[in-house]
């Protein structure tokens, strides 16, 4: 029992710190227990250095409740200061969290910088400038092609793809065995793409391909398809044979819809497909999903 439940608890963390939106739990003493990659990259304050601690006034403003008034789907926007001391704009979101009993022992608080508001989705990013290179490119290359489609070119969708084991292993065997990862992980990708495919890292341990497959089924099955190929995928380090698979949530753009709900859609649906094991395919506006194992 104790085991199952130090698995579940890796496993929140996990997709906790894979979220691209900050995420901060603070007990009932309003002191630090949870701090995510996205919070370190946004703010430049590192986990170590926050745990257990209040909140500095540098970000106390994520703490603030909003008025009684205020929409909670909306936000409240606030000023935080990073470490190096510039001020970020930023949406904040709290919630008390409560017992089965119903008494309060913490707060919940999930906050982006306000300038990201109508941004496209990306994946966590440590703030790797050859990553946020490669993301700011790729989302060029995004618009450009849902141009094309908006103007009745060729259909698109897009594949969001999540190594199953990236933040587990980063922490395990370190960076150098993460990059081994991610190489090895991109070369058994680009095994599978169409002629007309493009692929490119998307966050840390995330890669989005850009698809043009005719229907949301046939999307769906070519992301089975990279899903069986990333599950014959391993490399050995220090001696050690490490296997991987992947999450992924495609998305198929419609007319009517912006690119960013198309890729939170995607972003959405991998997610999902994490939550529900790994190691499958999730179709976004479809009511099932889909196994990489068929």
Same mark, same amino acid.
């Given at each position: 029992? =104790?085991?199952?439940?130090?698995?579940? @608890? *890796? #496993? /929140?963390?996990?997709? %906790?710190?894979?979220?691209?939106?900050g995420? +901060?739990?603070?007990?009932?003493?309003?002191?630090?227990?949870?701090?995510?990659?996205?919070?370190? =990259?946004?703010?430049?304050?590192a986990? @170590? *250095? #926050? /745990?257990?601690?209040? %909140?500095?006034?540098?970000?106390?403003?994520? +703490?603030?409740?909003?008025?009684?008034?205020?929409?909670?789907?909306?936000?409240?926007?606030?000023?935080?200061?990073?470490?190096?001391?510039?001020?970020?704009?930023?949406?904040?979101?709290?919630?008390?969290?409560?017992?089965?009993?119903?008494?309060?022992?913490?707060?919940?608080?999930?906050?982006?910088?306000?300038?990201?508001?109508?941004?496209?989705p990306?994946?966590?990013?440590?703030?790797?400038?050859?990553?946020?290179?490669?993301?700011?490119?790729?989302?060029?290359?995004?618009?450009?092609?849902?141009?094309?489609?908006?103007?009745?070119g060729?259909?698109?969708?897009?594949?969001?793809?999540?190594?199953?084991?990236?933040?587990?292993?980063?922490?395990t065997?370190?960076?150098?065995?993460?990059?081994?990862?991610?190489?090895?992980?991109?070369?058994?990708?680009?095994?599978?793409?169409?002629?007309?495919?493009?692929?490119?890292?998307?966050?840390?341990?995330?890669?989005?391909?850009?698809?043009?497959?005719?229907?949301?089924?046939?999307?769906?099955?070519?992301?089975?398809?990279?899903?069986?190929?990333?599950?014959?995928?391993d490399?050995?380090?220090?001696?050690?044979?490490?296997?991987?698979?992947v999450?992924?949530?495609?998305?198929?753009?419609?007319?009517?819809?912006?690119l960013a709900?198309?890729?939170?859609?995607?972003?959405?649906?991998?997610?999902?497909?994490?939550?529900?094991?790994?190691?499958?395919?999730?179709?976004?506006?479809?009511?099932?999903?889909?196994?990489?194992?068929?």
């Amino acid at each position: 029992m =104790a085991k199952r439940m130090s698995d579940h @608890a *890796e #496993l /929140l963390e996990s997709a %906790l710190n894979n979220l691209p939106e900050g995420m +901060a739990l603070l007990d009932r003493e309003s002191k630090l227990v949870f701090w995510n990659e996205s919070a370190e =990259a946004m703010t430049g304050f590192a986990r @170590a *250095e #926050l /745990l257990q601690q209040t %909140l500095p006034a540098a970000l106390a403003g994520l +703490a603030t409740n909003p008025p009684p008034a205020a929409a909670p789907t909306r936000g409240l926007l606030v000023q935080v200061r990073h470490k190096l001391e510039h001020e970020i704009p930023a949406i904040t979101r709290s919630c008390v969290l409560h017992d089965e009993l119903g008494e309060p022992i913490g707060t919940a608080i999930h906050f982006h910088p306000a300038d990201r508001l109508d941004a496209l989705p990306h994946g966590a990013c440590s703030g790797e400038e050859e990553l946020q290179e490669t993301q700011d490119e790729f989302e060029e290359r995004l618009r450009a092609e849902f141009e094309d489609f908006e103007n009745g070119g060729e259909p698109l969708g897009v594949l969001w793809i999540a190594i199953d084991q990236g933040a587990g292993l980063r922490k395990t065997h370190g960076m150098g065995a993460f990059r081994r990862m991610l190489d090895t992980m991109k070369r058994s990708l680009a095994l599978g793409l169409r002629p007309a495919d493009e692929l490119a890292r998307w966050g840390d341990d995330e890669f989005l391909i850009i698809a043009h497959e005719r229907t949301p089924q046939m999307l769906a099955a070519h992301g089975r398809v990279l899903a069986g190929l990333a599950r014959t995928t391993d490399f050995r380090w220090w001696g050690d044979r490490i296997s991987l698979t992947v999450s992924i949530g495609a998305a198929q753009a419609r007319r009517e819809q912006a690119l960013a709900e198309l890729l939170r859609h995607a972003r959405e649906s991998m997610q999902t497909a994490m939550l529900e094991g790994g190691n499958r395919v999730t179709l976004a506006h479809h009511e099932s999903a889909l196994g990489s194992e068929a």
